[in-house]
Each structure stands twice: as C-alpha cells, then as structure tokens.
Nanobody, 119 residues
C-alpha cells in the first residue's frame, strides 16, 4: 500500500503562482510514476502532469510552459510548480502514483487539494 498526502493548495489571483507538494509513504519502493490530476466542477478528472522514476515528464497541453513537475526520489515527494495561473486552472488537484503490485500495477490517489484562481 502507498499513502499520498498533498499540500499547498489555496486561493490566488490570475497570473499568480502556487506550488503543490505530495509526500508518499508506505511501499514507496514500488512506485513507478507519480504525478497530478485535477477535477473541476462538472468535469471529468484529467491529467495535469506525470513524472517517471527516471525523470521523464508528461504535461497536458493546457499547462505546458506554465507548470513544472519535479520529483525527489530520495524523499518520495513530487511537486507541481504552477505559474501564470488562470481561472480555468481552478479545480481539486489530486496526487497520483502508479506502483508495482503483482501481477501488474496499482493506482493510488491522494485526498485532493483545492486550487482556486479568481480575482
């Protein structure tokens, strides 16, 4: 089992920045990929960014150039630096991990942290 705890959400104005952090605990050695998804009211959960153990990143087109994902494998943390925030970024952001669990893999989710961008 892997547990994920997010921090860093809040209310900001358009154009401002926020940094989200997620700490993993438990069977962290099984984790292959970590990242962030988000869900806005009335919409499906969507990928924001992911990063593999080797540092390969994948970002949604809507956040490229504004968001950066980083990972500290030694500390089992993943961070999302969000710059130039827009009202459309308002959502609950969920930390995500995909880890090995025989015979395949298993997905884990954090409890979510609210990000609100409004003037």
């Amino acid at each position: 089992q892997v547990q994920l705890v997010e921090s860093g959400g809040g209310l900001v104005q358009p154009g401002e920045s926020l940094r989200l952090s997620c700490a993993a605990s438990g069977r962290t050695s099984s984790i292959l990929i970590m990242g962030w998804y988000r869900q806005a009211p009335g919409k499906q959960r969507e990928l924001v960014a992911t990063i593999t153990n080797s540092g390969t990143t994948n970002l949604a087109d809507s956040v490229k150039g504004r968001f950066t994902i980083s990972r500290d494998n030694a500390k089992n943390t993943v961070n999302l630096q969000m710059n130039s925030l827009e009202p459309e970024d308002t959502a609950v952001y969920y930390c995500y991990a995909n880890g090995r669990q025989y015979p395949g893999t298993r997905v884990y989710w954090g409890q979510g942290t609210q990000v609100t961008v409004a003037s």
